[in-house]
């Protein structure tokens, strides 16, 4: 079968649509659908069936995707050898990042990437939610992304999951708040505050959710904001509070007090295609790794 038209049928398969899988290959919807064709002319059976204005996969469709991410992941690995030889990782990385993850982590990141000679890390911040994960892995290598510590792992055949780090989750008050002089504050003594949360569906606000679902506090959110910096200046100058990632919280702009009796965070993950782990990205994951293990040693403050 032709590389190309397997390339073909995986980007639609990622990406959902003729549309979008032309974008992402630089030509045409209806050279894509040429290759669909040519491609299902070439094994014999139908790979795709008309869906509403679109179309989708059919089962066999599906199974060659599967089969088609063994073949590129192969030739990865061939390349993988190559690079064996070469002594040292060579290549581009292409890297996305969530906002907050790129402030915490970013700073040490570049050193340790620029010590790698030959390795080229092309880094993007993405504000994602967990559903869209696997959908950036058509134009990432690696997504740093975050979840709910109690929520679902991400899970698929598809695709490799690098855990990074646990980052706690703390409340931020403004200074001269009434619970400031507290080590711990309760829930429950927040119910009347008005907060300021990330939007619906990012993890954030997924673990203020697990919160009110578990002690059946329902916090009042009167802002959403999912810059954590702007959402800070509200904090400190008195319009509301908020739950924020320990590590990355400005504590000379807010007080930040944990939560007693409640254990909340995110875990922060690497996520990639699974069969793709040549040189370049093991040395992109390694340093997430010892930058991840650097942060959780030695948090900010």
Known sequence: MDLGRLRTLREFADRGSVTAAARALHCTPSAVSQQLRALQAEVGLALTEPAGRGLRLTDAGRALVARADEVLSALDRAEAELDAYRRSPRGRVRLAIFPSAGLLLLPGLLPRFAARDGLDVDVRDVDMTPPEVPGLLADHDVVVTHRDEHAPPFAGE?????????????????????????????????????????????????????LATRTGV????????????????????????????????????????????????????????????????????????????QVGADPPT
Do not use: Q
Request: aromatic letters at 4%.
């Open 158 to 210: 598809r695709i490799d999951v690098v855990p990074l780090l646990r980052e706690p989750l703390d409340v931020a008050l403004p200074p001269g708040h009434p619970l400031g002089d507290r080590a711990h504050v309760e829930l429950t003594d927040l119910a009347t505050e008005r907060w300021i949360s990330v939007d619906v569906g990012f993890p954030v606000d997924d673990v203020l959710l697990s």
């Open 218 to 293: 329902r916090p009042r959110v009167a802002h959403r904001f999912n810059d954590f910096r702007i959402t800070e200046a509200l904090v400190a100058s008195g319009h509301g509070i908020a739950l924020l990632p320990r590590y990355t919280m400005d504590t000379r702009r807010v007080l930040r007090r944990p939560l007693a009796g409640i254990r909340a965070a995110r875990v922060v993950e690497a996520v990639l295609r699974a069969g793709t782990r040549r040189p370049a990205v093991t040395a992109v994951l390694d340093a997430l790794r010892a930058e991840a293990a």
